[in-house]
C-alpha cells in the first residue's frame, strides 16, 4: 500500500515523540516520558489507519475504534491493538495522569518499547 503525504506526516510524528520520550527519560523525566511515548502509539497507530482506510482519527477513542476494525480486516495489526490498550493504559492513564510509575524498570521497558510499535505500524502500513 503506498503511503500519502498525509500517513507519511502521521509517522514523522510518531518517530518525532518517540525520540521525544527517550530523551525525556535520560533526563529522569519519567512521568513526560510515559506521555511522549503514549502519542508515539497514538500517531503510530493513526499513520496505520490512515495508510487502511484513508481518514485519520482526532481521537484516541476514534482511534481504538478504527484499529479494531483495521485488524478485524488486517490481522496482522492485531499486535498492535493489543499493545495500544496497554500503552494507553499504563503510560497515558497509570503514570502520566496519576503518577504511578512503578515499577520503574517496567515503565521504562515499556517507554522504550514504544520505538518498536511505531515501527511494526509503519511496516504494516505499507505491506
Do not use: N
Request: charged share 30%; glycine share 4%.
Amino acid at each position: 500500500m503506498a503511503m500519502t503525504d498525509d500517513t507519511r506526516r502521521i509517522f514523522e510524528d510518531a518517530r518525532l515523540m518517540s525520540t521525544s520520550a527517550l530523551t525525556l527519560l535520560d533526563t529522569g523525566d519519567i512521568r513526560d516520558a510515559a506521555e511522549k511515548a503514549w502519542c508515539a502509539v497514538k500517531r503510530a497507530a493513526d499513520g496505520l489507519i490512515s495508510a487502511r482506510t484513508g481518514m485519520e482519527p482526532r481521537t484516541s477513542s476514534a482511534t481504538w475504534r478504527s484499529l479494531r476494525a483495521v485488524a478485524a480486516d488486517y490481522p496482522l495489526a492485531q499486535e498492535l491493538v493489543e499493545g495500544y490498550r496497554a500503552y494507553q493504559r499504563d503510560l497515558h492513564g497509570r503514570c502520566f495522569y496519576y503518577g504511578d510509575c512503578e515499577p520503574a524498570d517496567a515503565v521504562v521497558a515499556a517507554i522504550r518499547d514504544t520505538a518498536s510499535y511505531v515501527q511494526l505500524a509503519e511496516r504494516l502500513a505499507i505491506s
